[in-house]
């Protein structure tokens, strides 16, 4: 199924707006939906520590978004597989603050795979579900603020879609005003991060093009110093159970990575060795 991007139009709208609150009854039209984007006003202090937002900041500046991972991948030129993702019909297994975060992360990346290969009813499955998993972690108000009218006036082409959920799942200014907010931000991060190479790793797998296989090693490869920019912002929360553990199972990943001095030692087996690991954690966290 092809994107219809007018219907991507009017329901990426609707999903996104109907999630901000609000119970006003809008009309299925562009300026009903704009005028109803009202966003309130967060009047929290910021206590956030500047270390931790500058490490926050300094990992997001550094590592390519969501949606240019998915569409370098959608130049391997290989078909759309839908069997690995991450079923929305899950969301009602994560109860806790991490596992919505990480899992919302997660499905970021499965609707932006979607999007790259033009599969309009995947593409509506994962919008959905990210809307619902969004409004469990109380990112109404955040997520309002950065759609807006935007969404109706710049949603007719893939790439404007793109930076809206870019703009979304990485960050928002007002929105990460305390601790607790950007270890939410970080988490989603996180589950983005790992999806992206999930996927990689999936792709790799299934290819007998050994190009395509090259690409994927070096790509992986690359994500060492992403991964270590990763750690070190979610070493600030090794209070927190969950998150540690999630550090602990990367930290081996990452130094099997970075043991590897140059891409073309990216050999076939070690590639297999890492990959390995990260379809174990990604797993063992979407179930």
């Not at 500058?54 to 959608?74: R, T, Y």
């Not at 076939?268 to 179930?287: G, Q």
Request: include cysteine; charge should be positive.
């Amino acid at each position: 199924m092809k994107l219809n991007f007018n219907l991507i139009k009017f329901t990426f709208v609707v999903l996104l707006l109907s999630s901000c609150g609000g119970s006003k009854e809008t009309e299925a039209t562009g300026d009903a939906l704009s005028d109803t984007a009202k966003v309130v006003k967060d009047t929290t202090k910021y206590t956030v520590s500047d270390t931790t937002k500058f490490k926050f900041d300094f990992a997001i500046a550094n590592i390519p978004s969501p949606a240019n991972s998915m569409q370098e991948l959608a130049k391997w030129g290989m078909t759309f597989n839908n069997s690995f993702l991450n079923d929305p019909s899950n969301i009602k297994n994560y109860t806790t603050e991490f596992s919505k975060a990480i899992n919302l992360g997660v499905y970021n990346i499965d609707m932006a795979y979607a999007m790259v290969h033009d599969n309009g009813q995947e593409v509506l499955k994962y919008m959905k579900g990210v809307v619902q998993i969004s409004d469990n972690l109380g990112l109404k108000n955040a997520v309002s603020g950065m759609v807006g009218k935007r969404a109706e006036n710049n949603i007719s082409n893939k790439d404007s879609l793109f930076k809206i959920l870019d703009e979304i799942f990485v960050k928002s200014d007002s929105y990460l005003r305390t601790n607790e907010r950007v270890y939410t931000a970080a988490i989603i991060f996180a589950g983005s991060w790992l999806e992206s190479l999930y996927i990689t790793c999936q792709l790799e797998q299934e290819t007998k093009d050994n190009s395509v296989k090259s690409k994927a090693q070096k790509h992986l490869w690359e994500q060492r110093f992403h991964l270590g920019n990763l750690l070190n912002l979610l070493n600030d929360y090794k209070d927190k159970k969950d998150c540690a553990n999630l550090n602990n199972s990367l930290k081996p990943i990452h130094e099997e990575i970075t043991a590897i001095k140059d891409p073309k030692d990216m050999t076939a087996e070690k590639f297999k060795s890492i990959s390995a690991k990260l379809i174990v954690l990604r797993n063992s966290l979407t179930k």
